[in-house]
Structures are given as structure tokens and as C-alpha cells.
């Protein structure tokens, strides 16, 4: 009797084992696994006819096999993170030249694509810096005779002006501690929370979207002194809000300012789309929430030099004439181009979300009366007391980065702005780069558009070269703008 026992126990012991290993031994995929299976477990598995493993594993495995599936997708996106992590050069391929045209001036627009060096980032996706995300969202800053970049992600890197001359895309990667600094999985999570840098007295500003913990986000800019060996990065400045939605409307873009002194603009938060965003604070001189700042770089103490923006995205501090200008989304049309003359005296009111020539989304199909009540959206700026935008677009291009030069195309006795244009379609002048004469007093006299084909995210004027610079998405590409040489 108990010798029956015994080996009763003893059978159902070894059928407990066999289905443990048999279970271990269907992940096939998992190499670090197949290296300690014992002998027993090869032997089960030879012995069981695959079509029964393939019931076993779509029936009473199924659970096994989703998190096998998972497992193998989130080591692919490790591999591809830490390769890219870890590259330590990025390399732009020059396209096919295209030509252009500004009103009656004949341009060429080159575009240097990341080099897919990876093979899992030429097979999943389009480029190696797509693989680090954004790809695509990425700013360019100007220093020293060297063209810096960097990613949505925090990645830094450079060319030097020598490189440019010759064509030469091969940026070196900079080590920094953004990763460690920012952390890693919120990283991954959003792609694009760096919104901007600044790098000036060998100081470079790094804008973008804090995660101060759950359900908690606001505005930063963290800083470290200039370095092409390793670049510490410490907080240097945030808004002190707590929004609870990781936010669209956020501004982030930095500019040069006088006085020791840097811009930086803050959006509205999303504070009029989503109900969940507590502050409708745009026209409250007292909150930081759809403005545009200065901060002094010494006290870090912060002034707002203009308020009623919804989301600046393009900045552009004129210091020969002490002009501000700045570019915003509007919601449904209504996106601006403003130009602020007396950044010293009180803070301009451009008028959001009391004045836009735009419209709440979904209008007139939807019923967003309530909206209306909080935010009316008045068409005129002036006859409510605020300033009318320089331009204003129905429908919207989404104007991003903004500048001004009269180096590149000379016209005496005028001031040129350029607007770059992102957008998700081809119409009403979205992915182009808009020209904007004005005449002595800054009204417009010409608008000219050229098509980009691309979302134009950022743009720099590099004197030296005569050359606008830009970063075009989703390509993640440089696009590089001169005068056709007739
Ligand atoms: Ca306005």
C-alpha cells in the first residue's frame, strides 16, 4: 500500500516536472533559455509531434505565448535603443538637389538624411535617428563654428563648420546625463520632451517637458557649462505647476535675450481643449501659463514680457532693433506671426483665448458653446485692447521656428523674416518656409511661400556659410537652403 503511494506521488511528481519543462521548453525564441535546457527537456520536446505543442501552446499556453511575443518586442526596441544609444557618430547622406524658387530669387534646397546604419532600424524604421525618436523632432543651435543638434530624446551631437563647408554630415555624439537625469523610461515614453536649446557664454539651456512625478508636469530648463567631452546637466529653472496630462500646448522654445537675460515661451497647457488642465490662465499676468518670459540667468528670476499665447513655438529675438518676434498655433485657424516692439516696458497682451481669428475644434458641427463661454475667441485683437498678429492663418500652417535675417536674400531697407511650417498635409502653405518682407515699420509687404515638402521643426541663418539651416521631419533630415549661384 504505501509502496503504491509511493509511486503514485512519484508519477504525479514527474508529470508536474514534465509540464514545467515542457512549458520552459516551447520558448524556442528565447535563446539565454535554450542554453540551460537539460537533456530531458530536449527529449520531451522531440518526443511530443509539433502539432500537439501548437495546440498546447494556442490553448493552455496561449498566456506563454503573448508574453513570449512581448518579451521579443521589447528587446527589439532595447537592441535598437541601446545600439543607438551607444553610437557614438551619426552620419547625414546627401539627396538628390532640388531647385527653388522666393518670389524671383532662384534657390537650391539640399536635404542630408541619417545614414540607417542599424539593421533593425533599416527594417523597422526609416532612419537611425527615427529609431532613438523623434527622428524627427530635433533644434539646431549655432556656436563656436559648429552646428549642434539635438533630439527630442536629449541625444546632443555636432559638426564643425570645416565639415559643413565640405558637406561632410557626420555629427559626433556628446555625452551628457540627460538619461540618468530625466530618466530613461519617460524617455522612451514620449520621444520629444526636449522643446528647444539655447547655448550661449559657454552655457548651453536645455528646454523640455518635466515629469515631476505621476500626473505631474511643467516647463524646465536644465543647464550645464559648455563641454565637447561630457556636458552635466543640473535644474536650472522650471515654472512650478503641476499639470496633470502630459501637454500639448507647451511652448518650450529659448532665445537669446539682452542683459543676461534669456526668453523662453510657455503655452496654455492645452487649458481650453482639455477639461482636465486647471490653469485657463493666459490673460493672468501672475501665472507663467501662455506666455513668453525672460529669465535672468543669475537670480533665475523670471519676468513675462508677453502674455495671451496659446502655444509659441517659433522665437526670434531682433537685438539690433530690440524686437521680439514669435510664431503660435492657433486652435482650429487662427496660428499667428507677432511681432512685439517694446519687450522692455509692460507686458504686450496678444490676446488669447479672448481674441484669435480662430475657431474651437469641431466648429460649427460641434456644439462647443461652453468653450465659447470661457474662451470667446473675438476675431479683432485691437478693438479688445490686444495686439493684432503681424499675419494670421485660416487655416492653420502650424508655424514653427521663426527668423530674421538680410544677409541671405538682400533687399535694401527691409526687414525678412522666414516662418518654417509644419502641418500633416501639403495644403494652405503647411511644410513650407514663408518669406515675410516688411518694410521699415514692420508692415508686410510681401508673402512669399516655398514648399518644403517636409515639416520644417526648426531653422538657423549660419553667416559664415550663407546658408538657412533646418530640420525637417519625419525624415529626421537637415535641409540646407542657399542662393542659387547664377
Ligand atoms: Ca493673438
Redesign the pocket.
Given at each position: 500500500m504505501k509502496n503504491k503511494k509511493t509511486i503514485l506521488i512519484s508519477v504525479i511528481g514527474l508529470l508536474v516536472i514534465s509540464f514545467f519543462s515542457l512549458y520552459i521548453s516551447l520558448d524556442a525564441m528565447n535563446a539565454e533559455r535554450e542554453k540551460k535546457d537539460n537533456y530531458f527537456n530536449k527529449t520531451l520536446k522531440r518526443i511530443v509531434p509539433q502539432n500537439i505543442k501548437n495546440y498546447l501552446r494556442d490553448t493552455i499556453f496561449v498566456f506563454k505565448k503573448v508574453s513570449v511575443l512581448e518579451q521579443q518586442l521589447a528587446d527589439r526596441d532595447k537592441q535598437i535603443w541601446d545600439l543607438l544609444n551607444n553610437q557614438s557618430f551619426f552620419e547625414f547622406k546627401k539627396n538628390e538637389i532640388k531647385n527653388k524658387k522666393l518670389n524671383d530669387v532662384n534657390l537650391i534646397l539640399k536635404t542630408f538624411t541619417p545614414f540607417k546604419r542599424s539593421e533593425a532600424a533599416k527594417k523597422e524604421l526609416k532612419n537611425d535617428l527615427a529609431a532613438i525618436g523623434p527622428g524627427s523632432r530635433s533644434y539646431l543651435s549655432y556656436y563656436n563654428q559648429n552646428l549642434f543638434l539635438i533630439t527630442g530624446t536629449g541625444i546632443l551631437m555636432y559638426a564643425s563648420l570645416d565639415n559643413l563647408k565640405d558637406e561632410n554630415f557626420v555629427f559626433k555624439r556628446i555625452e551628457t546625463n540627460f538619461m540618468e537625469l530625466v530618466d530613461v523610461d519617460y524617455i522612451k515614453e514620449n520621444k520629444s520632451l526636449v522643446r528647444n536649446f539655447l547655448i550661449k557664454n559657454d552655457k548651453i539651456y536645455v528646454s523640455y517637458i518635466k515629469k515631476v512625478k505621476d500626473e505631474c508636469f511643467t516647463s524646465a530648463i536644465l543647464v550645464s557649462t559648455f563641454s565637447f567631452d561630457k556636458m552635466i546637466f543640473s535644474e536650472f529653472f522650471d515654472i512650478d505647476i503641476c499639470e496633470p496630462i502630459y501637454p500639448g500646448n507647451t511652448g518650450g522654445n529659448l532665445s537669446d535675450f539682452k542683459d543676461n537675460k534669456i526668453l523662453m515661451t510657455i503655452g496654455d497647457y492645452d487649458s481650453y481643449e482639455r477639461i482636465e488642465q486647471k490653469h485657463k490662465k493666459t490673460q493672468d499676468i501672475n501665472s507663467p501659463i501662455g506666455k513668453i518670459i525672460s529669465i535672468d540667468e543669475k537670480t533665475k528670476e523670471y519676468k513675462v514680457v508677453s502674455l495671451?499665447?496659446r502655444n509659441a513655438q517659433g522665437l526670434y529675438y531682433d537685438k539690433g532693433n530690440n524686437v521680439i518676434f514669435s510664431t503660435?498655433h492657433g486652435p482650429q485657424g487662427g496660428d499667428?506671426v507677432?511681432i512685439n516692439t517694446s519687450p522692455d516696458g509692460e507686458a504686450e497682451n496678444?490676446?488669447?483665448a479672448n481674441?484669435?481669428y480662430g475657431e474651437h475644434y469641431g466648429f460649427p458641427e460641434v456644439d462647443n458653446s461652453e468653450e465659447y463661454k470661457i474662451a470667446p475667441l473675438n476675431k479683432s485683437?485691437a478693438n479688445y485692447g490686444?495686439?493684432e498678429?503681424l499675419k494670421f492663418f485660416s487655416p492653420s500652417i502650424a508655424p514653427a521656428q521663426i527668423i530674421k535675417t538680410e544677409k541671405f536674400i538682400k533687399l535694401p531697407n527691409k526687414n525678412i523674416i522666414y516662418v518654417g511650417a509644419l502641418g500633416y498635409t501639403f495644403e494652405h502653405g503647411r511644410r513650407c518656409i514663408h518669406q515675410f518682407i516688411l518694410d521699415a515699420d514692420l508692415k508686410i509687404e510681401q508673402h512669399n511661400i516655398m514648399p518644403v515638402g517636409e515639416r520644417v521643426r526648426d531653422m538657423i541663418y549660419i553667416e559664415e556659410l550663407d546658408k538657412i539651416f533646418m530640420i525637417l521631419e519625419y525624415s529626421g533630415s537637415i535641409g540646407v537652403l542657399e542662393v542659387k549661384k547664377t
Open positions: 495671451g499665447h503660435e499667428e507677432n496678444f490676446g488669447w481674441s484669435s485683437h490686444y495686439i498678429p
